[in-house]
């Protein structure tokens, strides 16, 4: 069996106080998923995204996984997958329609949108779930090249160096609360032939009750080159909340904090504020009306934002 969806956006929008920004007309993400059920044990999915690069469309394959699922408490994937760092990384993906907001968090940028975390991985995920209790348990381990002498791209081909990067988390649900920690070790040979070494922990807690939808993540990067450490800090909350069956309120704000003797990572120091509206049109297209404010490496702007999102 095989299914096959399309996502994709337009957004119009004018940033307030930012004069080297003028209002726009986008095209924002172009998402292909395909996924195929090969045996009742395997399956296999392909995610191609068609996006801006410098005035043109830009072709990536985000994730393309060979999955084998024998029990619910065992699964293993190969590929490129999404990092199983914190909620939203794991949640959704690149087709912008899943996101409650117009954008993702900073914190869950992709690493090549200026996002700090290394959010995609070439390799091995172990991962499953199983009853506990009055609780259920869910963990995940990967393992696969680190980053690269840059952000971004990650290492599809090949790795630059021997050490793999190693991720594990290890989440709680009950009730409506998913709670969890995850964290991820790695050795980065930059393009100076020095070793930096990255330690990171993520931490995550996604929220339902009744029409009320939270979701908070907090994160710490440390990276040290030759004796000179950095750390990193960020994180956001986010709420929505259903106004109606088809209608839903939604308000952020997050903060990410660039350590001053960090060298690698492209995320400058930013502030969020943000709030907005989402009109489900029909049940995969939304309207989104959306208006905030920002600091980002020092300069202040007030944003507005409209965007009609779809998958299909």
Known sequence: MLELHFGADVEGGKRFGDTATPSEFNL????????????????????????????????????????YEPRAWFRLSVGRFHSPLGYWNTAYH??????????????????????????????????????????????????????????????????????????????????????????????????????MREKLAVADVHLIAGDLEAIAEGTLIHHETSGVGATNLGGYVQLAYWLHEDLRLYGRGERFVRAATETYLDTPTASNVLGGVRYELVPTAALKLEGGWDRTAGVDAVTVRGQLSWLF
């Open 94 to 195: 690149h087709a912008r329609w899943m996101y409650v907001s117009t954008r993702a968090p900073l914190l869950a940028h992709f690493e090549d949108d200026q996002g700090p975390l290394p959010t995609h991985t070439i390799g091995v995920l172990v991962h499953g779930s199983f009853p506990a209790g009055a609780v259920r348990l869910e963990y995940d381990v990967a393992v696969g090249n680190g980053r690269g002498p840059r952000p971004d791209p990650p290492q599809q081909f090949a790795d630059n160096n021997n050490q793999k990067s190693v991720c594990a988390a290890l989440h709680v649900e009950f009730g409506g609360v998913r709670a969890g920690l995850s964290g991820l070790i790695d050795t980065a040979t930059l393009a100076s032939g020095e070793n």
């Open 28 to 67: 924002g993400v172009i998402d292909t998923m395909i996924h195929g059920r090969l045996s009742r044990a395997f399956s296999a999915l392909a995610e191609i995204v068609y996006e801006d690069a410098g005035g043109g469309f830009g072709f990536d394959v985000e994730r393309i996984i060979l999955n």
